[in-house]
């Protein structure tokens, strides 16, 4: 069994007109510690193929979804939002959409997903700190959230992600809110994370950079999985 499996998922949000369809039909396989990227236009389906992984679709987005999908062997009907946390992180596009509103300091906005799962004081602070300095903010560890630009908020989510050490990481356009320096130093980090044993999906419109170190391109349009791929081929398709 693969990792993560779609067996001809469809979902329409509950605000779709009837003949509207997020994703179609679509089916796909993806490893343990593949590399994934997804691409294609906006409105593509891209955003909701990530809710999928870590079941934020059905649980979160209202909506019909028919077909399954499954992650390490659970499917998404049958979990929880919170169960799944361990299994797999979604960095939203939106990092202001990600950010709890309810921290008053970076460290502790970090910590909050840590002391749901009830580890130790001390392996807290040091996840937290490790990560924070993984993501090039730890001068900002007091500081509170909401006063974040986009750049700063977009990293501090993806550390709060990656301190839960989740066995995949779903990253949808980590670097949105990032100058090219900030995308730069994002794109190194990640690009590092396949060695580390993660599985990681990668949404983004600028692949092209990342393609060496992409094991397999998707390709989205209008809901459907339209190419699956060596990134190189695929890519001169496009
Ligand atoms: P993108 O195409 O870059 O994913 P969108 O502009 O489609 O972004 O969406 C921005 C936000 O609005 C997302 O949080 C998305 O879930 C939400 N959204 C998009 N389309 C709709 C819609 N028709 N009704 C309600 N929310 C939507
Ligand atoms: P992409 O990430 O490729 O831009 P999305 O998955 O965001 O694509 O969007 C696919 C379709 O689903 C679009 O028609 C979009 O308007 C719709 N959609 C996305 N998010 C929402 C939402 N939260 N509510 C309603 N419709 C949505």
């Given amino acids: 069994m ?14 779709q007109p009837d003949d509207e369809y997020a994703l179609e039909s679509v089916s796909c396989r993806i490893e ?12 593509a389906g891209k955003s909701t193929f ?11 987005f209202d909506g019909t979804l028919s077909g399954t999908v499954t992650v390490d062997g659970v499917d998404a009907r049958e979990t929880t ?17 990600q950010l709890t509103g309810a921290s008053t300091s970076v460290i502790e906005e970090v910590a909050f997903g840590l002391e749901n799962l ?7 602070l040091e ?3 490790e990560n924070l300095e993984r993501m090039n903010i730890r001068d900002l560890i007091d500081r509170n959230p909401q006063q974040l630009s986009g750049g700063q908020s977009q990293r501090l989510a993806l550390a709060a992600i990656l301190a839960m050490q ?21 794109f190194d980090v990640i690009s590092g994370m396949d060695d580390e044993g ?19 391109l998707f390709v989205l349009d209008n809901g459907r999985l339209v190419d699956q791929g060596d990134p190189r081929e695929v890519l001169d398709h496009e």
């Fill in 166 to 186: 989740p066995e995949v990481l779903v990253l949808d356009e980590p670097a949105s809110q990032l100058d090219p320096h900030g995308t730069d130093e994002v």
């Fill in 198 to 216: 993660y599985t990681v999906i990668l949404v983004s419109q600028q692949l092209g950079r990342m393609a060496r170190h992409l094991d397999r």
């Fill in 127 to 129: 996840r937290c700190v």
């Fill in 118 to 124: 009830g580890l130790p004081a001390d392996e807290i």
């Fill in 32 to 43: 343990r510690e593949e590399f994934v990227g997804i691409t294609g236009p906006s409105h």
């Fill in 2 to 15: 693969s990792l993560i499996e779609f067996d001809d998922v469809s979902f329409q949000y509950r605000t």
């Fill in 50 to 60: 990530c809710r999928c992984i870590p079941s934020y679709i059905p649980n979160f």
């Fill in 81 to 97: 939002i919170g169960e799944m946390a361990t299994t797999a992180g979604l960095l939203f596009e939106n990092p202001f959409d």
